[in-house]
């Protein structure tokens, strides 16, 4: 039983999470089929790209999120409040697995992966996980970015900034920057844009430039940039 999917703007990944906790994976593409000088049809071509046991108890993800660089795979799930399961392939080829979880008292609202080898999760305390994928899962930062729960996630175009959108409306950018006097990595809110209005419900991001838009709960869509 399939019982969260995902489809990714850069690369036309594909996954579903199944209800014992696998993570199937697929690149769904599109190519045009040309004749007489024009666009006569559309080709779906599927690739398999693996069945992976995300969560070792078994449990369902129901937020997911999937990518690939090179090589590289990156997919990230949600399976339970709290409980967040990463599954990667790392530089070296080696298969990771790592549950990690946010603190007692809150729970995930959104979950994204990106192809630098990152996963975020926001939550319902308006903050934002953010950990690096290496040999092991490393938390690297914490940020605020409401104080209303976190409803959606997107990276942009290069994916090292991420854009989170809020129950209140809100919408900032995010990104790791040289910060404090000794210079060390850490989050920071590159942007603040107008309020959507209403929650965020949906976020996605141009594969072209730096152009985004946000979808919210009263059905509007509003088309930003990123500078």
């Known amino acids: 039983t399939v019982v969260a999917s995902s489809r990714s ?24 089929v040309h004749g007489d000088g024009a666009v006569a049809s559309v080709k779906i ?7 992976v046991a995300l969560d070792p108890g078994g449990r369902a993800a129901e937020r997911l999120s ?17 409980d967040v399961a990463l599954w990667w392939i790392d530089e070296s080829g080696a298969e990771r697995r790592e549950v990690v979880q946010v603190p007692d008292g809150q729970a ?3 979950v994204r992966v990106g192809r630098t080898g990152t996963a975020i999760a926001g939550t319902d305390g308006g903050k934002v996980f953010h950990w690096l994928l290496g040999e092991s899962a490393t938390l690297t930062d914490v940020s605020l970015v409401s104080s209303t729960p976190v409803t959606a996630l ?8 991420f854009i989170a959108g809020t129950r209140d409306g809100t919408v900032s950018a995010w990104f790791r920057a040289p910060a404090g006097a000794d210079g060390d990595l850490a989050m920071v809110r590159a ?10 419900t949906a976020i996605a991001a141009s594969t072209r430039d730096r152009t985004f838009a946000t979808a919210g709960s009263d059905g509007h869509v509003l088309l930003r940039h990123q500078t």
């Open 9 to 32: 703007m850069f690369g036309d990944f594909v996954a579903a999470s199944t209800a014992d906790g696998r993570a199937v994976l697929l690149q769904v593409r599109f190519l045009p």
């Open 45 to 51: 071509d599927v690739r398999e790209r693996g069945v």
């Open 66 to 82: 999937y990518l690939e660089e090179g090589d590289q795979k990156f997919v990230v799930g949600q399976v339970s409040a709290r």
């Open 108 to 110: 995930v609202k959104a």
């Open 154 to 161: 997107e990276y942009m175009i290069g994916n090292n900034t």
């Open 191 to 200: 942007s603040e844009f107008e309020s959507q209005g209403s929650p965020v």
